[in-house]
């Protein structure tokens, strides 16, 4: 079985741009959430996506937003992007039940510049 | 709100010694999961154990193993025969029962040949 598959791997920006990211979860699983990583703050959460909606959410500005498909692909948007947004971007995908693990990707490598 | 705490940022062991990660949490839930992840410098995050609040056993996984003290709310993981490849980020993770999921910041550990 495939894993979770993020692109790009790596991404340049300048501030004010703005960028999207993808994730492809495992096959079968509909729970797709997003995290900001970083060496300050750790691992933090951004949302949650259940069968297209979005079930969860962290404690980041409306400029960081998602969506997810009816094949319960993910993307990730960032507008206006800042210097502080500078960080590895994971994406998780999990299987339906109360408990599942997380599975995640690599990662995007975001550096705006 | 619930809060995950890991006290040590950063360990170093030698090679086939055993250490412990400690991991504490506070929540006000009676039933929800625990979870211990692995981030190698390659960065992909795996799972290496997961616990059921519910159950008094300690969940172990081969050389991995949990001391899970849930009046303490305390999830510690020990890792025997530590090697070369256990060098890593390790995450504490606390997630309830509506799934949503929060990460400890990390403990950095250093396996010494």
């Known amino acids: 079985k495939a894993g979770v598959t993020q692109t790009p791997r790596y991404l340049i920006k300048t501030r004010g741009q703005q960028v999207t990211l993808s994730c492809s979860p495992i096959s079968g699983h509909r729970s797709v959430s997003w995290y900001q990583q970083t060496p300050g703050q750790g691992l933090q959460f951004l949302f949650e996506?259940?069968?297209?909606?979005?079930?969860n959410k962290g404690n980041f500005p409306g400029r960081f937003s998602g969506r997810q498909f009816s094949n319960s692909r993910s993307e990730m948007n960032v507008s206006t992007l800042e210097l502080g947004d500078s960080a590895l971007y994971l994406c998780?995908?999990?299987?339906?039940?109360?408990?599942?693990?997380?599975?995640f990707g690599d990662g995007t490598r975001l550096s705006i510049l | 709100a619930q809060t995950v705490t890991q006290s040590q940022p950063e360990m170093s062991v030698q090679e086939a010694e055993t250490v412990t990660l400690s991991c504490t949490y506070d929540t006000s839930e009676n039933n929800y999961y625990l979870f211990w992840y692995k981030q190698p410098p390659s960065r992909q995050m795996i799972l290496v154990i997961r616990?059921?609040?519910?159950?008094?056993q300690n969940a172990t996984e081969n050389r991995f193993s949990v001391n899970f003290q849930k009046a303490a709310k305390s999830f510690s993981l020990k890792i025997s025969d530590s090697q070369l490849g256990d060098t890593a980020m390790y995450f504490c993770?606390?997630?309830?029962?509506?799934?949503?999921?929060?990460f400890g910041k990390g403990t950095r550990l250093h396996i010494l040949p």
């Open positions: 996506y259940f069968s297209e909606t979005q079930r």
């Open positions: 993770a606390f997630m309830n029962r509506d799934d949503k999921i929060i």
């Open positions: 616990q059921e609040a519910y159950k008094q």
């Open positions: 998780a995908s999990s299987g339906t039940g109360m408990g599942q693990p997380q599975h």
